[in-house]
């Protein structure tokens, strides 16, 4: 049996679905199309890529995260500095390091673009701040003038990890049919940044309007990361301090989102143990921990779960869904 699988975005608590991705692969179940938004980005498209879960745990455990924390020295100077970097990149730190770790071990499995995968095999989230919308890549990039074939998996992840005033957005130029006559220079270009801000759980991406044939129905399961970061408030001394609490709180405040009746059916909960999104220097325990979660947490939900009761609930769904 095969699913379509949709991971949630949280920072560093993706290190739990990658334990989700091991309990899947345990139970023989593939994967046939996967999505996902920020770090559930990032595990959806190395899945895409081929990689087995034995592998992403090799890789996430190989991987100081911390790392992906860069910026130039002239950036460094104690308060001015990072706010200095505000100003100028948009953000505190640069996700170039990011872009290029992932883009590295999707190129070990041979795919550079989304021409490298089967059509719709991969879909990724994010969010374009100049325009007010949602973008669901490859197929919404052609919107700025961009071939979805040959888009970068690489920089569909970027984006969708782009934290914000954490990671720099990514800009790209309009093109020519975007631009109004005599626009300012900055009005030329297009901010886009993380896909949480907009659909952190995309469980509505391989819904169709039109209930497919039982017999040809492919199950969606979304992994969903629940539970706030640590109790510990947030120390604020400061502008940049002040930054961190405030899209800390917003990204954890997606995890108690609540899951509408409807859905629980097709959602495994992965609880996160109190860690952050943007809690770069994980412990080897802390790391331990997240993966062996989203491992219990898989199991248990596949313990209790049927096909045939899937297709009934399913059914359902799309049927109360079509008369609201």
């Known amino acids: 049996m095969k699913i379509n699988a949709v991971f949630e975005g949280g920072g560093v608590k993706g290190i739990a679905l990658v334990g989700a991705v091991s309990a899947v692969e345990q139970l023989g179940i593939g994967f046939h199309q996967v999505a996902g938004t920020s770090s559930g980005a990032i ?11 034995e592998e992403l745990r090799e890789v996430l455990e190989a991987t100081p995260f911390h790392t992906f924390l860069q910026r130039a020295p002239v950036f460094d100077t104690k308060v001015i500095g990072p706010l200095l970097r505000l100003f100028v990149k948009k953000g505190l730190y640069s996700g170039e390091a990011l872009e290029h770790w992932i883009y590295r071990l999707l190129l070990a499995k041979g795919i550079r673009t989304f021409g490298d995968l089967a059509k ?27 071939d979805p074939h040959r888009f970068l998996v690489a920089k569909a992840v970027r984006m969708s990890t782009s934290i914000p005033y ?29 896909g949480g801000l907009l659909s952190n759980f995309p469980l509505w991406l391989f819904d169709s309007s039109v209930m497919p044939p ?25 502008p940049v301090s002040m930054l961190h609490a405030l899209f800390s709180t917003m990204l954890d405040a997606h995890d108690e989102r609540y899951i509408q009746e409807p859905n629980r059916f097709r959602t495994v909960k992965i609880p996160t143990l109190g860690i ?16 062996e979660s989203g491992q219990t947490a898989t199991n248990a939900f596949f313990a209790k779960w049927k096909l045939t009761d899937y297709k009934q609930k399913y059914l359902t769904y799309v049927t109360q869904r079509s008369n609201v």
């Not at 595990?43 to 081929?50: R, W």
């Not at 720099?168 to 005599?182: C, E, N, S, T, Y």
């Not at 952050?276 to 993966?291: I, K, M, P, R």
């Open 43 to 53: 595990v959806a498209s190395l899945v895409a890529s081929g990689y087995r879960a």
């Open 120 to 146: 719709d095999q991969l879909r990724i989230i994010a969010s374009d701040i100049s325009g007010r919308k949602l973008l669901v890549l490859p197929d919404d990039i052609a919107q700025y003038g961009i």
């Open 166 to 194: 954490f990671f720099d957005p990514v800009i790209i130029r309009k093109p020519a049919h975007l631009k109004q006559a005599g626009s300012k220079f900055p009005d030329q270009f297009v901010y886009i940044v993380d």
């Open 214 to 238: 039982l017999d040809q129905l492919v199950p969606t399961i979304g992994f969903q990361l629940v539970g706030r970061g640590n109790s510990n408030p947030n120390v604020i001394n400061g």
């Open 276 to 291: 952050s999104n943007t809690h770069f220097d994980l412990t080897q325990e802390q790391s331990v921990g997240l993966y």
